[in-house]
């Protein structure tokens, strides 16, 4: 945080207004509570696509990595992972208020799916409930109409380490130019 706050001092110092109305990150905690102590009044939104990440990631984690590798397959578990796995990210552009009782008529659909209770429990805890580690405003686009990822700050990112030949602390004068 102490980064972010030297920031806004700096812009502040020369009279310059910063005051974003969104700002999109991925879901990391001290990020969320660091931008919410320096923009109070910004809405701040968890990037979609690793909020997709999270999902393939806790999949891959409890062993459903193959439903993924072999996306052709015709077999009715594979394709029964898959199919949760997007109606899980779909979630996402439900209404707020619907999303518990579609997470539950989710969950009822593939109940069938072995060792997917772990899955549910961490979707439940960490997205749906309403003391979930993430509040559901965080990630629930429906009806928001500005950017979804910060893909283009991260293509951005990955394109200046690439100038910068992936020097982890570049010298300032190759930094400047690379901006």
Not at 151 to 169: C, F, K, M, P, V
Request: glycine share 2%; with cysteine; proline share 4%.
């Amino acid at each position: 945080m102490s980064i972010l706050l030297l920031l806004y001092h700096l812009f502040h110092m020369n009279n310059i207004c910063i005051n974003p109305k969104y700002i999109t990150i991925d879901f990391a905690q001290a990020a969320i509570n660091a931008i919410t102590l320096v923009f109070p009044n910004a809405t701040i939104k968890g990037c979609n696509f690793h909020l997709n990440k999270c999902m393939y990631t806790k999949l891959q984690e409890l062993g459903f990595q193959s439903s993924f590798i072999n996306a052709k397959s015709s077999d009715p578990d594979e394709i029964d992972i898959r199919t949760l796995y997007k109606k899980t990210c779909a979630l996402a552009f439900m209404p707020p208020q619907e999303v518990g009782k579609i997470w539950t008529l989710i969950m009822d659909q593939f109940q069938d799916i072995e060792h997917i209770e772990v899955f549910y429990d961490y979707v439940t805890s960490t997205w749906v409930d309403a003391d979930a580690l993430f509040d559901l405003s965080l990630w629930n686009y429906f009806d928001f109409k500005s950017s979804r990822t910060n893909n283009s700050l991260e293509g951005w990112h990955h394109r200046l380490n690439t100038d910068l030949n992936h020097i982890i602390h570049p010298h300032f004068y190759m930094f400047i130019p690379a901006i």
